[in-house]
């Protein structure tokens, strides 16, 4: 059984011999009214529902507690309080099952949401994990062996996606707002800078900037600028996101030489990005692979999949394992 609370996500899944027998998440719908994530909030919501998690999951997987092998967890990175909570609870179902356990990094894991699914990609592979707390170009040459090639500088892409989508006046989160109004935008209505990293690296906190001082001298202009232009100011932000992310990954590509490229995070969701990425991969050849959207946003069942391979290796912990916000990768 894996469970996951790095977030405001709280999730539990079990999976047996490499398949996924059940997976549940419970978003936490109450951050919204107060514009992102409130780790207090986090906590106490992973509190209420980690119980009624397990519990279904293990019922949707028609198994009893004491049929589990090993109990798994996510460590970290993420929110410390929202990382105990599991943490706990996981040291506790191991200590009461005289069971293993198994600390998971949820960053790895993301990567291996694209094998819960077959066909499985093949190894080595670059994965590009964009969600609400990181943007990484992840080599990957086996499951558990993993390296970052590219990292950003400050904001994470959905951070990103996130905090242009409040200055657009859209709830928490801002990303799935900024897709649905760019599907009706031109693209090539405003154009915004893309900040260059050296090598494989990202930084989204310029545009965040230049979006907010255009935003704001125009609004001088009319004051219905932002109501009257919010389709072409969504087109144009996220395809300029876009772009900042594919550069980097053709240039991981060429640096690298794979061309076994694969997508994770919540940032996946985004629709611009998954045809640009796709289109990109025919026209270069590459081979690509997208998890299904429940296994791109936070879920447990990509955290099984990374300890059922933990598991098959022996890499187990005891009961002094904390939690770890800044669990490095
Ligand atoms: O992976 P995830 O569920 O949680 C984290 O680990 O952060 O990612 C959440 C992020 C949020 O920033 C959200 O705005 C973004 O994914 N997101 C999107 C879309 N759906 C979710 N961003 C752009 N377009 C979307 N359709
Ligand atoms: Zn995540």
């Given at each position: 059984?894996a469970?996951?609370?790095s977030?405001?996500d709280?999730?539990?899944?079990?999976?047996c011999?490499?398949?996924?027998?059940?997976?549940?998440?419970?978003?936490q719908?109450?951050?919204?009214y107060y514009?992102?994530a409130?780790?207090e909030l986090?906590?106490?919501?992973?509190?209420q529902r980690?119980i009624p998690?397990v519990?279904?999951?293990v019922?949707?997987?028609?198994?009893?507690?004491?049929d589990?092998?090993a109990v798994?967890?996510?460590?970290?990175?993420g929110?410390?309080?929202?990382?105990?909570?599991?943490t706990?609870?996981?040291?506790?179902?191991?200590f009461a099952?005289?069971?293993?356990?198994?600390?998971?990094?949820?960053?790895k894991?993301?990567?291996l949401?694209?094998?819960?699914?077959?066909?499985y990609?093949?190894f080595?592979l670059?994965?590009l994990?964009?969600?609400g707390?990181h943007?990484?170009?992840?080599?990957?040459?086996d499951?558990l062996?993993?390296?970052?090639?590219g990292?950003?500088?400050?904001?994470?892409?959905?951070?990103?996606f996130?905090?242009?989508g409040?200055?657009?006046?859209?709830?928490?989160p801002?990303?799935?707002?900024i897709?649905?109004?760019?599907?009706?935008?031109?693209a090539q209505?405003?154009?915004?800078?893309s900040t260059?990293?050296?090598?494989?690296?990202?930084?989204?906190?310029g545009?965040?900037?230049a979006?907010?001082?255009?935003?704001?001298?125009?609004q001088?202009?009319?004051?219905?600028f932002?109501?009257?232009?919010?389709?072409?100011?969504?087109?144009?932000?996220?395809a300029?996101?876009v772009d900042m992310l594919?550069?980097?990954l053709?240039k991981?590509v060429?640096?690298?030489?794979?061309k076994?490229?694969?997508l994770?995070?919540g940032v996946?969701?985004?629709?611009?990005?998954r045809?640009?990425?796709?289109?990109?991969?025919?026209?270069?050849?590459w081979?690509?692979?997208?998890?299904r959207?429940?296994?791109?946003?936070?879920?447990?069942?990509?955290?099984?999949?990374?300890?059922?391979?933990q598991y098959?290796?022996g890499d187990?912990?005891?009961?002094?394992?904390t939690a770890?916000p800044?669990?490095p990768f």
């Open positions: 059984m469970i996951e609370t977030c405001d709280t999730a539990a899944a079990i999976i011999n490499g398949k996924i027998k059940s997976h549940l998440v419970a978003a719908s109450v951050h919204a514009g992102g409130v780790p986090a906590s106490r919501a992973h509190q980690i998690v519990r279904q999951a019922q949707e997987a028609h198994i009893e507690l004491v589990l092998d798994a967890f996510t460590q970290g990175p929110l410390l309080g929202a990382l105990l909570l599991g706990s609870f996981a040291k506790s179902v191991a099952l005289g069971i293993s356990l198994i600390a998971v990094n949820h960053m894991a993301h990567a949401a694209n094998f819960i699914d077959e066909p990609p093949n080595p670059i994965c994990t964009v969600s707390g943007t990484q170009l992840v080599l990957v040459k499951h062996d993993m390296e970052v090639i990292t950003t500088h400050d904001d994470a892409v959905g951070e990103a996130d905090k242009l409040k200055l657009l006046g859209f709830p928490y801002g990303g799935p707002f897709d649905q109004h760019a599907k009706k935008g031109n209505r405003f154009s915004f800078p260059t990293m050296p090598q494989l690296d990202f930084s989204f906190s545009i965040k900037t979006v907010f001082y255009f935003i704001r001298e125009n001088k202009k009319d004051a219905q932002v109501v009257k232009h919010r389709e072409d100011l969504c087109a144009s932000i996220q300029t996101l594919l550069k980097k053709k991981a060429v640096q690298t030489g794979i076994n490229i694969a994770a995070g996946a969701a985004n629709s611009g990005l045809g640009a990425l796709e289109d990109l991969a025919k026209q270069e050849n081979k690509l692979s997208i998890p959207m429940a296994y791109c946003t936070d879920n447990a069942a990509m955290v099984a999949m990374a300890a059922h391979h098959l290796t187990f912990c005891n009961l002094k394992v770890k800044r669990l």
